[in-house]
């Protein structure tokens, strides 16, 4: 009996190991968005982090995802992260480009020195021409910005490249402290992001 024991407490530890980490791999769900808890980009394998709904007074606008190469807790280790990774917007309403990208501008703005957001301009400049390139977001469209070590900063939608890819791991990271800086668009999205 007592042997027998010896192999039950064990394996029953396995079985939930087994039972956590299936629930963890399983697609997340917002605002009836299924989300896949894993994501390629080029030959990056790459996680979700966490996922959350962007609220504008009381409109629900979109549902955002972050995907990075290790999971992480706070906003300074997904910051620091370097690498493919890529955030995911899933539209909940029409909204047009000026407005896309303006709130855009006015995250990198709101989390950026002055210095750093002039040295920044030409890239900014560079992204709302690819925000513009997009037209008006619709809902359901999935609107991905991404980075590939070996290209840059790319916007798709609904799986097609728009406008140019724009260079450097630290416009990308500047690009996160949107949502994931001291002063983030949407706090509680921030919050999601992060996994809480």
């Known amino acids: 009996m007592r042997a ?3 192999v039950k407490r064990p394996l029953a530890t396995l079985l939930l190991a087994c039972a956590a980490l299936a629930a963890w791999a399983q697609p997340l769900e917002v605002e009836g968005i299924k989300l896949e808890a894993t994501s390629q980009l080029g030959a990056a394998k790459l996680q979700l982090n966490g996922a959350g709904l962007r609220t504008k007074v009381f409109f629900k606008v979109y549902v955002a995802a972050l995907y990075t190469p290790q999971k992480a807790t706070t906003a300074a280790q997904l ?3 370097t690498g493919a990774r890529r955030v995911t917007i899933t539209m909940l309403r029409n909204v047009d480009a000026e407005s896309f990208a303006s709130a855009l501008n006015d995250g990198l703005r709101d989390n950026h020195t002055e210095a750093q957001f002039a040295a920044m301009k ?3 400049d560079a992204l709302n021409a ?3 390139a997009v037209g008006e977001a619709k809902k359901g469209d999935v609107i991905h910005f ?4 070996d290209a840059g900063t790319q916007v ?4 097609q490249a728009r406008g140019s890819v724009i260079a450097g791991e630290d416009f990308f990271t500047a ?10 668009v949407d706090d509680k ?5 992060i996994g809480g």
């Open 189 to 193: 999205l921030k919050n999601a992001l």
């Open 4 to 6: 027998f024991n010896s």
């Open 146 to 149: 991404e980075f590939a070590p």
């Open 175 to 184: 690009v996160l402290r949107i949502w994931l800086g001291d002063k983030p």
């Open 79 to 81: 910051l620091a992260q």
């Open 130 to 132: 690819n925000l513009k």
């Open 156 to 159: 798709t939608v609904n799986g």
């Open 122 to 124: 030409p890239r900014i």
